[in-house]
């Protein structure tokens, strides 16, 4: 058999499908949970984490093990990550720090509606209202805005506003009643910030939004195919999960990975915030073991959930014809380096996540399938339309990863470069990755009369050292290295736009790095 003959059979992991189909438009249900970095499936991370929803879904899909987000001008960095997958465009693309979408950068959900499909919102929203209200004809449950209680048993939900006028007096909780039934009250100013639930009081949010997935399939007779967007505000802290998923974590049985640290060993511009103010300092042993093991809690009840998910799919019939798409926000340190945040960029700490294609349109030779291309997050949306033979909206600047699932090509991208606010900066190519750190004198951070300011360089041969614990950039021999990427780092910093912009923050890295 000749090469050409290799190449097409293995050609079209979806598009066989779809033609054996006569050309039947794909349902499209994506997925994205918060906080969840790479690490968190135990299929991908081979971590002590038990997912086997989340396993069953790459072992019956392709799993691209080098996902990133691209970064954040934000402490919150789901508002950036959120804004990226859902208009394919690159950090230093977004208006702001990605907040409000503007009307003319068209979103996943308006590409499927303009295709035909029936867009449904489930779960969590960190853009602006009007934004939800054009991505969707219809939802169910919408959590984050206009309130937000940082408690995951009393999570404040609102009803689809077609207008996108969300209310907090329309806000209401949802609680157990005297006979153990789900019942809502409005929100009152009485309700403060948390977390004070537990699962004694009312439903797990997790659990509410697998539900309204689940009965939105149940109820689907629609001719038209669907586009889901299913948003989970879990892992993400506070890590609540109930007591039989706690328990399957004794904190004294935890692992701690290899860059776990009692405290980062310097001042990396962004060190004392919410994330981090978690759990006290130094991060001993015990304080990281606890919360390692209330975050494993909290995947391993998520994956339960979106394991409810999958099987109504099936029940229904509708599995078959559905490309499921699963991906994390961000990463998040939970002990490593001394962090508990994502405000970093490292990569189980930051930036990497997991990014499955999964469903029932998978052929039977790539189930399992493995692809270690450079991508971003923002590249997931031209992947999907492409992948579902829907036009990609022109203001979309990610790449489809399709050449790569069709074996056309082996990578999209040779390196991928990172940003966190006006502090961090990272290029990473090959097997190595350089992080430049910048305090400058600009930044508002005073120690006593004092305004300080500092410069320090990671190198990380980061194939050899994936959990990036031995720095390599003050040896000798590395020097060559570390000039190279730092050359590579600002060429690309100029190709990208990376400059100093009001709208993202106060102040220029590139200013201060030389």
């Known amino acids: 058999m000749t090469k050409k003959v290799v190449l097409f059979c293995l050609l079209g992991v979806f598009a066989f499908q779809l033609q054996a189909q006569k050309k ?20 991908l991370g081979g971590e002590a984490v038990v997912t086997p929803h989340l396993d069953d879904l790459a072992h019956n899909g392709i799993t691209f093990t080098k996902s990133y987000l691209m970064g954040a001008f934000s402490g919150a960095t789901c508002i950036p990550s959120r804004a990226m997958l859902l208009t394919g465009r690159n950090l230093f693309q977004l208006e702001g720090t990605g907040y409000t979408i503007p009307a003319n950068h068209t979103m996943m959900g308006e590409a499927f509606m303009n295709a035909g499909y029936y867009a449904y919102h489930v779960g969590k929203w960190h853009q602006d209202m009007q934004s939800l209200a054009r991505s969707a004809h219809d939802g169910a449950k919408v959590s984050g805005k206009p309130a937000y209680l940082t408690d995951q048993f009393r999570m404040p939900f609102h009803d689809w506003e077609p207008n996108g006028n969300y209310k907090r007096e329309n806000c209401y909780l949802l609680e157990y009643d005297g006979n153990g039934e789900v019942i809502n009250r409005p929100l009152t100013k009485e309700d ?6 537990t699962e004694k009081i009312g439903p797990h949010v997790s659990e509410v939004l697998a539900d309204e997935a689940s009965i939105f399939f149940k109820r689907y007779k629609k001719k038209k195919p669907f586009f889901m967007y299913l948003a989970f505000p879990t892992p993400h802290d506070p890590r609540q999960a109930p007591q039989e998923f706690k328990d399957m974590y004794p904190e004294e049985d935890i692992d701690l990975p290899p860059s776990y640290m009692t405290q980062h060993p310097f001042d990396n511009g962004h060190i004392f915030l919410r994330d981090e103010e978690l759990a006290e300092w130094p991060r001993t042993e015990q304080v990281s073991k606890k919360h390692l093991s209330d975050y494993y809690a909290i995947i391993s009840h998520l994956d339960a959930q979106i394991g409810k998910v999958i099987n109504t799919l099936k029940e229904q019939g509708l599995y078959e014809n559905t490309i499921i798409v699963m991906a994390g926000d961000s990463g ?72 790569v699932i069709n074996n056309e090509k082996e990578t999209i991208r040779d390196y991928t470069y990172h940003a966190y606010r006006q502090h961090q900066r990272a290029y990473r190519k090959g097997d190595y990755k350089l992080i430049e750190y910048v305090r400058s004198p600009d930044d508002d951070w005073k120690r006593g009369n004092i305004v300080t300011g500092s410069r320090v360089t990671q190198l990380f041969n980061i194939t050899k050292d994936p959990w990036e614990t031995f720095n390599l950039a003050d040896f000798p021999e590395f020097e060559e290295i570390v000039a190279k990427l730092r050359l590579e780092m600002k060429e690309k910093a100029i190709e990208l736009g990376d400059v100093a912009d009001g709208k993202r923050t106060k102040f220029d890295f590139w200013k201060h790095y030389y």
């Open 192 to 197: 403060k910030k948390g977390p004070t639930g």
């Open 24 to 43: 039947k438009k794909p349902n499209v249900l994506v997925i994205y949970t918060d906080d969840h970095r790479y690490s968190g499936v135990h299929a």
């Open 332 to 403: 998040l340190a939970v002990g490593n380096h001394g962090l508990m945040g994502k405000q970093n960029i490292y990569d189980e700490d930051g930036i990497h996540i997991p990014f499955i294609i999964s469903g029932g349109l998978v052929s039977a030779s790539n189930k399992g399938r493995r692809e270690d291309a450079f991508n971003y997050i923002h590249d997931i949306m031209p992947t999907i339309c492409d992948i579902a033979e829907i036009e990609t909206p022109s203001t979309v600047n990610g790449k489809s990863l399709l050449p």
